[in-house]
């Protein structure tokens, strides 16, 4: 009897029961820039200090197939007044094949939005030279580690919750 090979699967399956993951595509879902102190805000002399926020969701839209959204707001601001705002959702569609659902979060909201990060940078780098103002490249973010502490806070969170847990005490006896 002959070895398989490893790497081609058996003809009875044809690898149909592999795990997949493919992008679909990459998309601005919705972006609106501002800057609501311009034309005077070119003559403000001081540094402006810049807020970033992240927010990350993942929803199903078919069978195999999941939209990631990341939010991305921006603000700049000084004691003059707000320099700029820039609000961006960066939607990724993405599908999946012979993955179990409790897989789905780590790829939804880790792997997928690093992979869609580099363009929604660009985008908001854009945004903001179109404005006028030197393009703002945002720091790389390492959404692994955002996902894994978020992961830790929900179990603490629970944990709080449960009798004999760190949070409130059980009331009464059972």
């Not at 707001?73 to 990724?92: E, P, R």
């Not at 909201?109 to 945004?127: D, G, I, K, T």
């Not at 709080?160 to 059972?174: F, H, K, L, R, S």
Request: no cysteine; glycine share 6%; proline share 10%.
């Amino acid at each position: 009897m002959a070895e398989q090979d490893p790497i081609t699967p058996a003809p009875e399956n044809n690898g149909d029961d592999a795990p997949q993951a493919a992008t679909i595509a990459h998309y601005v879902k919705d972006l609106s820039a501002e800057s609501p102190s311009a034309p005077t805000v070119f003559q403000w002399t001081e540094q402006a200090a810049i807020d970033v926020q992240f927010g990350i969701n993942g929803t199903k839209v078919a069978d195999d197939v999941h939209e990631v959204v990341m939010k991305i707001d921006v603000k700049a601001t000084s004691a003059q007044g707000t320099h700029f705002i820039v609000d961006l959702s960066y939607g990724g569609l993405f599908a999946f094949r012979n993955i179990p659902e409790e897989a789905l979060p780590p790829f939804l909201l880790a792997e997928a939005p690093r992979l869609m990060f580099p363009f929604a940078r660009q985008v908001v780098a854009n945004a903001i030279q179109h404005m006028g103002f030197p393009p703002l490249l945002l720091e790389p973010v390492d959404f692994g580690a955002a996902f894994a502490a978020q992961l830790e806070a929900e179990q603490t969170a629970q944990a709080a919750d449960q009798p004999g847990g760190a949070g409130e005490p059980p009331v009464g006896n059972a």
